[in-house]
Structures are given as structure tokens and as C-alpha cells.
């Protein structure tokens, strides 16, 4: 049984009215990790997940692609990653 870790990240570019947050949501799920994806009135997505190491590398590799290869709507000019401790009772993924 894989580490249940938790990451934030904070993604700028053209992120928001997109369905940036939809498409963050639809992945985290495939990947089967919890967590968040919210605007913040700054216009960046904070995006917060938590779950196995390899499953949230992989949500970051797909958040921070040049070129999308999974259709990824909107334009994301740059992505900052924070660690964190998983939270108990996160269930589900949802957009805020």
C-alpha cells in the first residue's frame, strides 16, 4: 500500500472561465486522488490533492505540460508546487 501524500499547487496563466478546473478535477479522479481545485482572485487555480507520490507526479506533469496532451483548456504560463501532511476525512474531488 503506496504513502497517501498531499501537495498544493499554484497554477497562473490563463486558468480561469476555461474549464481548467473541470479538466484539473477530471484527472485528479482518473488518478483517484482527493482534493480541490479553486480560482483565487489573484487568477490563478490553487489546486490541492492528496494520494499516492507517483499518482500526484503524475497530476503535476500533466498540470505543467507546454503542449497538452490531454486537452488541457486554457494556457498556464507557470506552475509553483508546495508539499504538505495529508489531511484526515478528504474524500472526493471537487471544484470550488
Known amino acids: 500500500m503506496s504513502t497517501v501524500t498531499r501537495a498544493t499547487w499554484f497554477v497562473r496563466g490563463h486558468v480561469q472561465r476555461v474549464g481548467f478546473r473541470w ?16 480560482n483565487m482572485d489573484d487568477g490563478r ?20 505540460e507546454a ?11 507557470s506552475v509553483v508546487r508546495q ?4 489531511r484526515e476525512g478528504t474524500v472526493g474531488f471537487v471544484e470550488k
Open 83 to 86: 508539499d504538505g501532511s495529508p
Open 23 to 38: 479538466w484539473t478535477r477530471a484527472r485528479a479522479l482518473e488518478l483517484g486522488l482527493v482534493g480541490h481545485a479553486r
Open 67 to 77: 503542449v497538452s496532451t490531454t486537452s488541457r483548456p486554457g494556457r498556464v504560463t
Open 45 to 64: 487555480v490553487e489546486v490541492v490533492a492528496q494520494g499516492a507520490p507517483a499518482d500526484l507526479e503524475r497530476l503535476g506533469v500533466l498540470l505543467e
